[in-house]
């Protein structure tokens, strides 16, 4: 059995041995240059279409939906934002189809609304509505930044005028509509809710069906991880208020579990890097903020605003107060910075390992082949890791909010309280570090 | 700096997709599966602690009925050793009875041949005098046949009687 997978493992290498030979044979001198920032911002970032697997030219076309100038409500396709191209390329004389974004002219109540994806822009990579910029005001200020040497790029090329897009060569006026677009990342959360649901929901199921009989296999296993999150995180820190908040902290366990995993996944339904994206663990935060804050005890606030310490933190300077309600914002912004930073952080070196390949592709075919080997072995080996960081992110995330809701929840009469829940955040960091351990 | 900006959109249907994912499984997912955990764990103990005291209670029973084993034997070889006792009891007072009966016979046998010795002798003693009698007559017979020599008696005994 051992000796079949790494005689497998073996093909597989051999075969991406030759793979790099093969893209430079038929690339072509410019393909060479890689531009490495836009490659890692394209695959960290969202989209308004969802690349069909193994394809870097067609894409699932998915709504686009936002709020022109005039307030008027907009929808249409993806898929017209861009079109296919057949594009020559100079060094081989081969043509290849490409993806070439477009203006998407949309009549709506007798107005003409044009809109393009915008490249060389203050908002690249988003949708904007264009406007000719031809009047006198937008003349002038195009006119002062092609003088302007401070600006970097060069103008009609790659200069970026703050408040103007650049498309084919020319300047347009460009407003940023408010957009609520399904973009890949909002396709992907609906995904993970629907994945989320189905695992919970099978528990349920069982329970329906079975009654008490012991889960087996994958019940076995969401049960355990419930079991894991409820009675070793929730329960023992929020001791006999955990019924009340144990649903609220176990959706965002299994939520943002699910949303790290998939995110690992390359293709279709997964490869959205949905927690490794601000917007989205801001959203949690806030939300732990919210609990946080708005079920607190009397207790809670008096800490913040008449801690017990000596009266000259506190008064007539309020030293104290001004820490503690720091505190209160740094706390959930500490959960959300965390989460995002090493989600991005783990998918960056991924993407970052396979695009060596391609950079030491210039030094010839030996390099090539030797990068692949050495890039692959890293890449399986941080995508191992981060099926863990996955795990361990998301057990952080609800640990940290339990501690955060418990520290709210105290009532002032047991004044050990405070000191049972640092002694518990202790044993968790030890679980934490004891995880690679047990792998 | 993208990467670092909140984008309005995401952070719109991040709010609904939580919430729908939320309200569902506030309502149908987590109290369920929590409650059903909870017995389950329950029930568990309850079966563990149901198994201790079945084998407490059969412990116990063993113990018991090693216990009756026990008296029932003591019983049985107090109950022989009785049965000895009293056989040999029985015997001996068979013996003593059957002795005495003996001797009650024995001694009626001798009061009845006493009896009838004495019976035999009383006869005796009647055939004899009688005999004697018959010999008296016979021979006063002979001797009385003249009044004289009866007058004569008769005043020997009434002289025989005035000196008594």
Known sequence: ?439 | MELFTPELGLVFWMFIAFAILFIVLWKWGWPVILKNMDERADTIDKGVEYAKEAKAQLDSARADAQKYIDEARKQQAEMLRDAAKMKSQIIEEAKKEASEEAKKVMDAAKVSIEQSRKEAELQFRNEVSKFSLDIAEKMVRNNLQSDKAQSELVNKLLDEIENN
């Open chain 1, 1 to 439: 059995m051992n000796s079949r997978i790494k005689i497998t493992v073996l093909a597989i290498l051999a075969f991406l041995c030759i793979l790099p030979a093969e893209m430079k044979a038929s690339g072509s001198g410019e393909e060479g240059k890689v531009n490495v920032k836009e490659i890692m911002f394209h695959h960290l970032g969202d989209g308004y279409g969802w690349e069909v697997p193994f394809s870097h030219v067609y894409r699932i076309p998915l709504p686009v939906i936002v709020r022109a100038e005039d307030g008027k409500w907009i929808t249409f396709s993806s898929s017209r934002l861009t079109k296919m191209e057949e594009v020559a390329d100079d060094a081989t004389g081969k043509t290849e189809t490409e993806a070439v974004p477009q203006i998407v002219e949309i009549e709506k109540d007798g107005k003409t609304y044009r809109f393009v994806l915008a490249h060389v822009s203050s908002h690249a990579n988003k949708l904007v509505e264009i406007f000719p910029a031809d009047t006198e005001s937008d003349k002038t200020r195009l006119a002062a930044a092609q003088s302007d040497s401070t600006l970097s790029g060069e103008y009609g090329v790659d200069r970026v005028v703050d408040g103007y897009v650049l498309f084919d060569g020319k300047y347009y006026r460009e407003y940023r509509p408010l957009d609520i677009s399904i973009t890949k990342n909002v396709l992907a959360l609906f995904i993970t809710v629907i994945i989320v649901t189905a695992m919970v929901m099978s528990v349920v199921r069982w329970y329906a069906r079975k009654g008490l009989k012991a889960p087996r296999k994958g019940m076995g296993f969401m049960e355990m991880l419930i079991d894991f999150i409820y009675t070793g995180v929730i329960k023992s820190t929020l001791k006999d208020k955990s019924k009340k908040f144990a649903p609220f902290l176990l959706t965002c366990f299994f939520f943002i579990l699910v949303m790290n995993l998939v995110g690992l996944i390359v293709i279709f339904p997964g490869g959205a890097n949905l927690t490794g994206n601000i917007s989205i663990t801001l959203v949690l935060a806030v939300l732990v903020f919210i609990v946080t804050n708005v079920t607190s005890t009397k207790h809670y606030w008096k800490e913040i605003f008449w801690p017990d310490v000596p009266l000259f933190l506190k008064f007539p300077l309020p030293i104290m107060q001004f820490i503690e309600i720091f505190g209160i914002f740094t706390k959930p912004a500490a959960l959300c910075v965390r989460l995002f930073a090493n989600m991005m952080g783990g998918h960056m070196i991924v993407i970052t390992l396979t695009l060596l390949i391609f950079i030491f592709a210039a030094f010839g075919d030996m390099a090539a082949k030797g990068s692949v080997v050495v890039s692959l072995l890293f890449s399986i080996f941080m995508l191992a890791l981060d099926v863990l960081v996955s795990f361990i992110q998301a057990y952080v995330f609800t640990l940290l909010a339990t501690l955060f809701i418990s520290m709210s929840q105290e009532d002032g009469h047991h004044e050990s309280k405070h000191e049972e829940v640092k002694h518990e955040q202790l044993p968790s960091e030890d679980t934490e570090v004891s995880i690679p351990a047990t792998k």
